[in-house]
């Protein structure tokens, strides 16, 4: 297959060459360069991609699950080109700031205010220094293989080794780059995923230090991992116990699990919630919010939260018109039945040939993992068939499925995917499967 994959697009592998030369690693994200080397695109539109050979996919990457819009929706695009018209930074606030707010406030009921800023990284960031500020407190507690951007307070245990990574219910810090200074290493505390009483441990070994505690209600960084039954409820019952906020990173799941994201599926209010991705309808965007009685921290000036491209016209533009006219509740259910029809067929294939794998599906996103059993840790997860998944990964790609790079990441089925898409994919995934039982 990867032979084939060569013959296909040999002119991504030569910009990708090219690119070497002036771009580390030829890209301009780490995550983008994966083996034998990244796909290069040259456009997109509604459920497809094209790639620099002109090989067209149906794209269930979808920006890793920044696109439930799609791609160059035909609405979003007339918006665009408008507020293009009327130009594209002002750096000072459009109305379309404040009627975005209100549209998420209206979604999200933990979010009373919320702020803007410009990608996911961005949102924890600035949420964790809220947090901080509320509570008067330093350290942070963040799960085992959890992924919330790039800054340094986060940037730990989301890939660690398993040598690295310490007794099981007690995990180290392990920092994924280099760079991050001994400081801040020490004021990020691992705890382990779906296991509530080593949370309370934790905590009371560091009452009255710990500041908030970041999750995502569902870990969508290692395939989906779902919580266990009445998990997330305890975390909340805890965290309150010990002072701590409970921030929500519902970057990835955000509108794409429900209309309203992952508090609308279970009954838990996190203090603070950080949003990115599909809310900006494929602008750059972030934003992070909670009640007022923890954002009055910036409207009092003790919190500063800044930044030029904050609330800018193209993505209140783009977010406002995504949410308010695109994603209709019809349009939700349209994704999330197609995300659901689609975990089926896996799921029926599965069981007849009992292959040692397992889907995991909510809303409009969906991912399946060569390991027998759901995974309910990061430890568990790392028992996923590795190779297979890339196999996997590379035999649809051949076959015109584009899912996102990086072995452990999900499909996001868009408002424009129709049904004839995903039969297309059912039927690729029963070609992978044949070839794999020969
Ligand atoms: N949080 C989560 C859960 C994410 O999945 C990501 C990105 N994959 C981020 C935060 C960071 O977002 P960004 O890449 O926009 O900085």
Redo the contacts with the bound molecule.
């Keep these: 297959e990867e032979a084939e994959f060569k013959k296909r697009t040999p002119r991504s592998h030569e910009i990708h060459e090219r690119g070497k030369a002036s771009l580390p690693m030829g890209v301009s994200?780490s995550?983008q360069a994966v083996p034998p080397y990244p796909l290069f695109i040259s456009r997109a539109e509604g459920s497809r991609i094209w790639d620099y050979d002109g090989n067209e996919y149906i794209d269930f990457h979808l920006g890793?699950?920044?696109l439930l819009v799609g791609h160059s929706h035909p609405v979003l695009m007339a918006a665009l080109r408008d507020q293009l018209g009327k130009g594209s930074l002002y750096s000072l606030p459009c109305p379309d700031s404040v009627f975005l707010a209100e549209e998420l406030v209206r979604r999200f009921a933990p979010i009373e205010q919320v702020r803007f800023c410009?990608?996911?990284?961005?949102?924890?960031m600035d949420a964790i220094r809220l947090a901080r500020a509320h509570t008067r407190r330093d350290k942070i507690v963040k799960i085992e293989g959890?992924?919330?951007?790039?800054h340094d307070n986060?940037l730990m245990s989301t890939k660690p080794s398993l040598e690295a990574a310490g007794p099981a219910r007690h995990p180290n810090t392990v920092p994924a780059s280099q760079g991050i200074p001994a400081d801040v290493k020490n004021n990020t505390i691992i705890a382990p995923y779906n296991d509530a009483e080593a949370l309370d441990q934790i905590l009371s070994e560091h009452e009255g230090e710990v500041a908030a505690v970041i999750t995502?209600a569902v870990l969508?960084?290692v395939g989906i991992m779902l919580p266990q039954e009445g998990y997330l409820q305890r975390v909340r019952d805890i965290t309150r116990r010990h002072g701590v906020l409970l921030i929500f990173?519902?970057?990835?799941?955000g509108v794409t699990v429900a209309p309203g994201g992952i508090t609308e599926l279970y009954p838990v209010e996190p203090d603070l919630i950080?949003l990115?991705?599909s809310i900006g309808g494929g602008m750059?965007i972030?934003a992070f919010g909670g009640r007022e009685e923890i954002m009055r921290h910036i409207n009092h000036q003790e919190v500063l939260h800044l930044g030029t491209f904050n609330g800018n016209p193209m993505s209140m533009r783009a977010g406002l018109v995504t949410l308010t006219e695109i994603f209709t509740p019809e349009a939700h259910a349209h994704a999330n039945q197609l995300s659901a029809a689609l975990a089926k067929s896996y799921e029926d294939l599965i069981a007849s040939t009992g292959l040692p794998m397992h889907v995991a599906q909510i809303g409009a996103k969906g991912c399946a993992m060569f390991r027998h059993e759901r995974a309910r840790n990061y430890r568990a997860w790392l028992e996923v068939d590795m190779e297979l998944s890339f196999a996997y990964w590379l035999f649809l790609a051949n076959r015109g499925i584009l899912f996102p790079p990086g072995l452990d990441d999900q499909w996001t089925i868009s408002v424009q995917h129709s049904q004839a898409d995903i039969e297309h994919h059912a039927r690729v995934f029963h070609e992978f499967v044949a070839e794999i039982s020969r």
């Design positions: 994200s995550f890793f699950g920044s410009n990608s996911g990284t961005e949102a924890t959890a992924y919330h951007g790039h986060v995502e969508m960084n990173d519902e970057v990835k799941t950080c990115a991705k750059p972030g």
